[in-house]
Each structure stands twice: as C-alpha cells, then as structure tokens.
C-alpha cells in the first residue's frame, strides 16, 4: 500500500488555515494588554503557554510509552503523537518571552523582595538566579528535543526502509527517556510554577504536572482520533477497539493524576504546617474555592464515572465528549494553580487569561496539523501494521 494512501484528509489544510488566522487575530488582541497592563500580560502568557507545552510534553511521554509497551492503540496514535511532538521547537521560541517577563513574574528576581524575606536569600544565591534558570530551561528542551528527534527521524525512516532494528532503537530509547522526562519536568515545573512562590515547596508538585500533561495530551489526541477516524484512510484503520483501549488508558491517566494531586493535599493537610498551607489557604477559598470543587467534580468524578462505562469508550462520539471536558477542565486546574499565586485570595479572572490561551493555541495547532500533514497517517512499515489492520477490518 503506497504512503500517499494514508495522507491526512484534505479539510485538514483548511482547519490549519482557520487556526492559524485565529491564532494571529487573538495574538494581536492579546498584545494589546502588553500596553495596558503589563505584569498581567505576562501572568496570562505563562498561563496559555503552561497549557499547550502540556500537550506536546505529554505527548512525547505518551509516545515513548508507546514504543515500550506497543499495542494497536499506540499504532493508530503514533502519527499524531509525533506531530504534536514536532512542535517543541515552537514553544521553545514561545518561552522566550517567559524569560524576558521574569521580573514580572518571579519574586526572587527583585532584590527588596529577597530583602523581606531572608530564607529566599540562600535559593537565589545557589539556585533562584536569572543566569542559572534560564541555563537549566535550556537543558530541558534540549533535553526533549533530542528525544522527539531522534523518535521522529527513526519513525519516518522506518517507513521508508521497513528495518525491523529502527523499532528496538526507538524502544531502547524510550526506557531512559521516560525517566528523563520525569526528571525534567519535576524541575522544570519547580523553576517555572513553584518558584512563582519561592517560599513554598511541595515533593510531589513535579508528579502533579507529569500526571496533567499525560492526561491533557491523551484528551487531545482522544479528540483528533475521533475527528480522523471520520474520513479516509483512518475510517478503515481506526476500530471502536482502539478507542476502548485509549479510554482505558485516560481513566488510568485520570485516577493517576487525581492520585498525585490528592496525595500532595494530604501531606499538607495531615502536616498543617504554616509554610505549606499558604498554598492552599488562598486556593481554598471564595472564587478559587468554587474553581477547586469544579475540578474534583468535573475532572475527576464524572470522567471517573463515565469512562467505567464499556459502551462509552467503544463510541469515539461520546469518548470525545469526556476529552474535551477533561481538555476545559485541564485549563481551569491550571488557572486554579498559577493565578493565586498572583492574586492571592481575591479571585480574579482577566481578559487576557481568556485570550491568552487562544493566542498560543492557534498557532500551535496550527503547527501541529501542518506537521500532521507531511508524513502518512499510518507508520505502514511496523511490524504491528498487518495485525492492526486486520482486527480493524475484522470489527468493521
């Protein structure tokens, strides 16, 4: 079967277009607020670049875990997954103004602020210092850029040379690479989101976002698959076994994260000690408060309940539905945890926080379709090809 049979439908051009147009329009809308009001610009622009690294990171996690446990539900996925993975480089340039709105968003980078509180003196003298930060962010995408690379160039030369050596490179890789990608996220997410509070510090705070940014890019590609498996040539490849499988997979993610995000509330909760609460005390309360059982309830519980349901993952129209609340949900869990930090105990929602997301998610989806685009839907060449094509004709 020729590559150019497995291409992504025509439309697809059409939604990078429509994307991309969106993206420029609230990116000029957004930059307004640059003028206007400059340290919110910058907490809003935190906030919208949090979510859709979380998608690539999670992504490139979800692909590795792929190559190590293989299965037809990680076949049919490989392809976006590796898109979305081949958009590192753009929030790479995208973190570049995180680094310029440092001193808008981080305490430890004013010295008065230090000044007030001597036991931030010892972190920013060894660790909490522009120079060191922004070196230790380089290290973290260089870091994954490597491993999306290498993943991505071994992929597609499979598919050009069908080498049965190419999968164990790729699954060889992937072992160490999952434990680096823990590793980085647990100190990139200390230096980006839990330095916004230098003072504060959680153990568990790292397997929160690994947790999220699982969850959140299983949520995406949920919604892409079910958008795909629409039309040629993903109709006849894409089974409601696949689905299941991946449903399987997001209640896991899902009670995993929940697990993680529990577990840091006990350890709080259960210690009750002045500098650890603070983070919960502002969070806890009023607006953030309403914002707090919001999440329990739609982030956890209903998608909990409903992907228990046998029925429902085998039906991508009704799968689709739990992803994309878990995506609206992804971005209010996410609001929940970075703005207080700014706002304290007064809840308060901006524009820009609204727009910031839109900004950034236009041009990204923008790149992700557009890098969806240029190879075959299908890696046709692994050796799991026959066999998921055959289960898929055969539930069809």
Same mark, same amino acid.
Not at 278 to 284: A, N, V
Not at 293 to 303: D, E, M
């Given at each position: 079967?020729?590559?150019?049979?497995h291409?992504?439908?025509?439309?697809?051009?059409?939604?990078?277009?429509?994307?991309?147009?969106?993206?420029?329009?609230? *990116?000029?809308?957004f930059?307004?607020?640059?003028?206007?009001?400059?340290?919110?610009?910058?907490?809003?622009?935190?906030y919208?670049f949090?979510f859709?690294?979380?998608?690539?990171m999670?992504?490139?996690?979800?692909?590795m875990?792929?190559?190590?446990?293989?299965?037809?539900?990680?076949?049919? @996925?490989?392809?976006?997954?590796? %898109?979305? &993975?081949r &958009?590192?480089p753009?929030?790479?340039?995208?973190? @570049?103004p995180?680094?310029?709105?440092?001193?808008?968003? #981080?305490?430890?980078?004013?010295?008065?602020?230090? %000044?007030?509180h001597? $036991?931030?003196?010892?972190?920013?003298d060894?660790?909490?210092?522009?120079? +060191? +930060? &922004?070196?230790?962010?380089?290290? #973290?995408?260089?870091?994954? !850029?490597?491993?999306?690379?290498?993943?991505?160039?071994?992929?597609?030369?499979?598919?050009?040379?069908?080498?049965p050596?190419?999968?164990?490179?790729?699954?060889? !890789?992937?072992?160490?690479?999952?434990?680096?990608?823990?590793?980085?996220?647990t100190?990139?997410?200390?230096?980006?989101?839990? $330095?916004?509070?230098?003072?504060?510090? /959680?153990?568990?705070y790292g397997?929160?976002?690994?947790?999220?940014?699982?969850?959140?890019?299983?949520?995406?590609? @949920? =919604?892409?698959?079910?958008?795909? /498996?629409?039309?040629?040539?993903?109709?006849?490849?894409? =089974?409601?076994?696949?689905?299941?499988?991946?449903?399987?997979? *997001?209640?896991?993610?899902?009670?995993l994260?929940?697990?993680?995000?529990?577990?840091?509330?006990?350890?709080?909760?259960?210690?009750?000690?002045?500098?650890?609460?603070?983070? #919960?005390?502002?969070?806890?309360?009023g607006?953030?408060?309403?914002?707090?059982? =919001?999440?329990?309830?739609?982030?956890?519980?209903?998608?909990?309940?409903?992907?228990?349901?046998r029925? !429902?993952?085998?039906?991508?129209?009704?799968?689709?539905?739990v992803?994309v609340l878990?995506?609206?949900?992804r971005? @209010?869990?996410?609001?929940?945890?970075?703005?207080?930090?700014?706002?304290?105990?007064?809840?308060?929602?901006?524009?820009?926080?609204?727009?910031?997301?839109?900004?950034?998610?236009?041009?990204?989806?923008?790149?992700?379709?557009?890098?969806?685009?240029?190879?075959? !839907?299908?890696?046709?060449?692994?050796?799991? #090809?026959?066999?998921? *094509?055959?289960?898929?004709?055969?539930?069809?």
């Amino acid at each position: 079967m020729m590559a150019d049979a497995h291409i992504a439908p025509a439309n697809m051009k059409r939604v990078q277009q429509l994307a991309l147009a969106a993206g420029v329009l609230f *990116l000029i809308l957004f930059a307004i607020g640059a003028f206007t009001n400059r340290p919110q610009f910058f907490h809003s622009y935190l906030y919208g670049f949090t979510f859709w690294l979380g998608i690539s990171m999670g992504s490139l996690a979800l692909l590795m875990l792929q190559h190590l446990t293989g299965g037809g539900w990680g076949l049919v @996925i490989r392809r976006v997954l590796e %898109a979305a &993975t081949r &958009t590192l480089p753009l929030m790479l340039a995208l973190f @570049i103004p995180v680094l310029a709105g440092a001193k808008w968003l #981080y305490p430890w980078t004013h010295p008065e602020e230090i %000044a007030t509180h001597p $036991s931030l003196a010892e972190k920013v003298d060894k660790y909490l210092n522009l120079p +060191f +930060f &922004t070196a230790r962010a380089a290290l #973290y995408f260089a870091i994954w !850029l490597v491993l999306a690379f290498y993943l991505n160039r071994w992929s597609l030369q499979q598919d050009r040379t069908a080498e049965p050596a190419l999968a164990t490179r790729m699954r060889v !890789l992937s072992g160490p690479g999952l434990v680096l990608f823990i590793l980085t996220v647990t100190f990139a997410s200390i230096d980006w989101y839990m $330095s916004l509070e230098p003072e504060w510090f /959680s153990t568990i705070y790292g397997f929160i976002f690994v947790g999220a940014w699982a969850v959140g890019a299983l949520a995406f590609v @949920i =919604a892409v698959m079910a958008l795909l /498996s629409q039309h040629e040539p993903m109709q006849r490849v894409v =089974a409601p076994l696949h689905f299941h499988d991946l449903g399987k997979l *997001l209640l896991a993610l899902v009670m995993l994260w929940a697990y993680f995000a529990f577990s840091q509330f006990l350890i709080v909760w259960s210690g009750n000690l002045p500098e650890e609460i603070e983070w #919960y005390l502002p969070r806890g309360q009023g607006g953030w408060g309403a914002l707090a059982l =919001a999440v329990i309830i739609l982030h956890f519980g209903l998608p909990f309940l409903f992907l228990l349901s046998r029925s !429902l993952k085998r039906n991508p129209q009704r799968l689709v539905i739990v992803a994309v609340l878990i995506l609206l949900m992804r971005l @209010i869990d996410l609001l929940w945890m970075l703005a207080p930090s700014f706002t304290g105990e007064h809840f308060y929602i901006s524009w820009m926080d609204v727009v910031a997301p839109l900004a950034i998610g236009g041009l990204w989806i923008s790149a992700f379709v557009w890098q969806l685009g240029k190879r075959a !839907l299908i890696p046709m060449n692994d050796q799991q #090809y026959a066999s998921v *094509l055959e289960q898929a004709q055969a539930a069809h």
